[in-house]
Each structure stands twice: as structure tokens, then as C-alpha cells.
């Protein structure tokens, strides 16, 4: 049975984002000051993140959940990639990098895809934090193994585990929700479209008129008041969405807000991070390109803190 309201949805974020890209150019010629510049810019990542997530929760219904799995297991590639650049191992290590890119990244999304939360939970946060410093130990090298092992240990979890739980709420049924096999396709844009539009307003409104820093060595431009107004759009469009997810009317708005809030602390965690290894941002990386730890820090943390939301507020079976 089609569900045209699915459908609907897409073409509706589809012309949202075309309206958007389309414009972008014209934006760019109009727009002089500097400041309305950079909101415009990072606007415009996070409509490179929509299309993204549109593709993904279109392929996961039109032709295989899948797809989507490869997708972001093709991102959690690009951000290990990244973040293993910008703090580098050395020889000792590379047995250990190996199975991380290698063993553990594309296991990590097999068991996700095989719907197995049991083991995907546990897989990385227990099994790959014995296993990577053992191998990097048995190297024989404990020159800084601390830092080593600590730092390879972080980019998995952050690039492989936390992303993975991006595509892993196509894989819940919830018992009394599921009524035809694309619906679990509605979490994955809740999730998305709640903690980009978060981004995007927190972002707008910290740079614009925002007094109140926080962590002003970490995240120059993080308000309050721009926090306040991400969570709050949160909250208004996690409402709107409210007829495409199997949550009460409260729960939505909380669930929103705290994937909105948990989306904010991801970002100011990879600030944290990047900013110790002394760059402006993970793109310097790669040739100043744009980066993907970047444009999907907030998600980091979103995405698993929405996925165990949902099967804490559901019955899924």
C-alpha cells in the first residue's frame, strides 16, 4: 500500500530544497557583509546535509534500506578519515587502524542493518575498545600509547558508532506504528530535519544578535540566546511533525528539544577537539574541501540520543 503522505512529505522537502540551492548563488551576489555571509555559509552546508538525508530516506523506501546503510557508512569512512588526520597515529598503530576502518567500521553497519541493537550497542563501546589498544600494544611501542589509544578510540565512536545510529531508525518496527515498511523512513527526517534546523537558527541567531557566549575558545559563537532559539525551533518543527512519528504530542516536543540539545553539545565536543589539534575546522584536512565532521558534528550526538529516545518512548519489537 503507497503511503502518499510519505510521499508528499518528500516532495515537499524536495522543493524546500531545490528553492534553496537555486537561490544560494543569488544570495551570494546580494548579500556583502560578512557576517550575513557566514550564516548564508553555513546555511549552506546544512542544506548539502538535506539532501543527504532526503536521498537516504527516499532510497530506504523506493529501493533498500540498504542503501542508505552504505551511504553513511561511506560518511563514517570520510569522518574517521578526517579526524585520524588531524591527530595522527604513528607505525605502532596501524594494525589497529586497519581493523577500524576495515573490520570494525563495515561490522558496525552490518549489525546495524541486521537489526541486532544488542550487538551494535556493545560492538564498539565494549568490544573495539578492548580490541584496538591491545593490537596497537603489541606493536611494542608505549610512546605516548595514552594519547594513541584514547584518540583512535574517540574517532570510532564518534564517526562510526555515533553515525551509525543515523541510518539505524530505519531498522525499528514499532508495535501499533508500522503499518507499511517505508514509516520507519519519518524518524530518520525527524531526526535530521530537527537537528539541522536547530543548527541553522542557533547559528543565525548567536552570530546576529546573540550576547551571552559560552565556551567562547571552543565555539566563538555559541549564545545562549542562540541556543535558546535553536531549541525552541526545535521544538515548533518537531510539532509540526508531530502526525509523522509514533510519539504523543508532549513527548515530541521533548523529544525534539533533547535531540536539538544534544545536537549542540556534539558540536561544541568536535569544536573542543579540533581546536586542540590547532585547527579552524576539519576541512583544513582535506585541502580546505568542505568537511564532513563539520556539517554532521551536531548529528554525533543527536542521532543516538534520538534513536534510544524512541525506543525508550515506543514499543518497539
Request: hydrophobic letters at 55%.
Amino acid at each position: 500500500m503507497i503511503d502518499w503522505r510519505f510521499w508528499g512529505l518528500i516532495a515537499f522537502l524536495l522543493l524546500i530544497m531545490l528553492i534553496a540551492t537555486l537561490l544560494q548563488p543569488l544570495a551570494q551576489r546580494v548579500i556583502k557583509r560578512p557576517l550575513s555571509r557566514a550564516v548564508l555559509a553555513f546555511a549552506r552546508d546544512r542544506v548539502r546535509n538535506g539532501w543527504t538525508f532526503l536521498f537516504a530516506a527516499w532510497a530506504a523506501v523506493a529501493i533498500h534500506p540498504a542503501i542508505a546503510l552504505i551511504l553513511f557508512a561511506g560518511i563514517s569512512f570520510l569522518g574517521l578519515r578526517e579526524f585520524l588526520t588531524r591527530t595522527p597515529a604513528n607505525a605502532a598503530d596501524y594494525r589497529a587502524l586497519f581493523v577500524a576502518f576495515f573490520v570494525l567500521l563495515p561490522l558496525q553497519y552490518i549489525v546495524v542493518g541486521w537489526g541486532r541493537y544488542a550487538v551494535f550497542s556493545v560492538l564498539i563501546p565494549v568490544y573495539a575498545f578492548f580490541l584496538l589498544p591491545s593490537l596497537s600494544a603489541l606493536a611494542n611501542d608505549p610512546k605516548e600509547f595514552f594519547s594513541r589509544a584514547a584518540k583512535l578510540q574517540l574517532g570510532v565512536m564518534l564517526a562510526v558508532y555515533c553515525i551509525s545510529h543515523i541510518p539505524a531508525s530505519l531498522t525499528l518496527h514499532i508495535q501499533g506504528w508500522n503499518q507499511w515498511d517505508d514509516h520507519p523512513a519519518y524518524l530518520l527526517l525527524f531526526c535530521a530535519l530537527v537537528t539541522q534546523t536547530a543548527d541553522v537558527v542557533q547559528y543565525a541567531v548567536s552570530r546576529t544578535v546573540g550576547k551571552r557566549r559560552i565556551a567562547r575558545t571552543v565555539a566563538r559563537y555559541l549564545t545562549l540566546e542562540g541556543i535558546g532559539a535553536g531549541l525552541l525551533a526545535a521544538m515548533l518543527l518537531g510539532l509540526a511533525l508531530y502526525w509523522y512519528v509514533p510519539f504523543n504530542l508532549i513527548t515530541t516536543a521533548g523529544v525534539a528539544a533533547a535531540t536539538a540539545g544534544a545536537g549542540f553539545l556534539g558540536t561544541l565536543v568536535l569544536g573542543a577537539i579540533k581546536r586542540s589539534t590547532g585547527a579552524q575546522d576539519w576541512g583544513e584536512a582535506s585541502d580546505g574541501r568542505s568537511s564532513t565532521l563539520d556539517r554532521l558534528a551536531s548529528m554525533c550526538f543527536a542521532a543516538p540520543v534520538f534513536y534510544h529516545l524512541t525506543r525508550a518512548f515506543t514499543n518497539v519489537v
